[in-house]
């Protein structure tokens, strides 16, 4: 199901990535790729055993809960597998639901009102109706068991991965990247699509102590998504115009360039259901600080400075650290390069697989 194949954002990273990754590995299993948009016809036509169709999308709840389940059993299908948070509730398919986490309940106000109560109702509904349910992280598994009333024996732990093209500190890459991009000499880094739960306003009250004792700018890679007003009113009450910069949305080929180019990464969220800029900047040598909470100390690993997110001071002072400490930022980048590779798209992609050929078996434990 990929009506979400064209969106920005992880959850398209994801879908990407272990696609290719699966498609390059399975030539045993037959695929159907769903989109809503012929504009995605021929995307996967290299692959003998894909074939292609559009559902054209009258609204989503629709395509999801009508249009999919009669297409399904039109095709007589095994599976119904959508890497976006949704499944037919009815169908003749098993079904296999990806939950990137459970941020809608763990910080509920980082979301629209009515979009609060549309997952109180489906995700617990959906949860209850899957096959499986694929988690990011063990952290994920427990929040979508404890918040979703989800069976954990049905939840399977298949973590994602990274941009393949972060391997190592890219120097020439990252002065490419200054010309183009006209970055600073020195620059503390973001990366990620700005919503609350991103924290934004809380990473300039923290960069804004600091500011006056470092030579750095701080740059954002990203798009504004939802309810970013309140945050970027602290950019101007704290007087920060001119010391965070916005490239704006970055292309694949250039975001190492970027990692290799900064003092520092930091992804200071709320709460991230994976969060693959942090693996990223591993890969690429950049020392990372993120947050204590939701998953990212599961996929940190011990080789992060992890702060309170709701803690500007303590995220200011992590800042500090890793810029004055040479021996801490040597064993950050020692410690994230081998963070780094124990995660692969290939690796995701067969855990995938795995998964799809037992639930087609036996439906999975309920």
Known sequence: MLRHIEERGGIHVYTVNVLNALLKIDRKNEYLMIYNSKNNLGRYSSFQNVSETVLPQTGKMW?????IPRLAKACNLNILYNPKLSIPLFTTAKTILVMHGAEQFVVPGCFKWHDRIYFSVANRLYCKSASAIIAMTGIGKQDISRYMGASPGKIHVIPEAYNELCRGRDLGGALQAKAKYNLPERLILFVGGLTPLKNFGNLLRAFDKIREHIPHKLVIVGFSRWKMKKDFKVLE?????????????????DIPKFYSLADIFIMPSLY????IPVLEAMACGCPVITS???CSP??????AV??????PDEMAQAMLNVLSDGELRADLVRKGYRRAQEFSWEKCARETIELFETVAMDGGPT
Do not use: M
Not at 298 to 303: F, I, L, N, W
Not at 306 to 311: A, E, F, G, S
């Open 63 to 67: 395509w999801d809960q009508v249009s």
């Open 237 to 253: 009450e704290l007087g920060l115009v001119d010391s965070v910069i916005f490239p704006g949305f970055i292309p694949d080929e």
């Open 272 to 275: 991230e259901g994976f969060g």
């Open 292 to 294: 204590k909470t939701g």
């Open 298 to 303: 599961e996929v940190a690993g011990g080789a």
């Open 306 to 311: 992890l702060v309170d997110p709701y803690n």
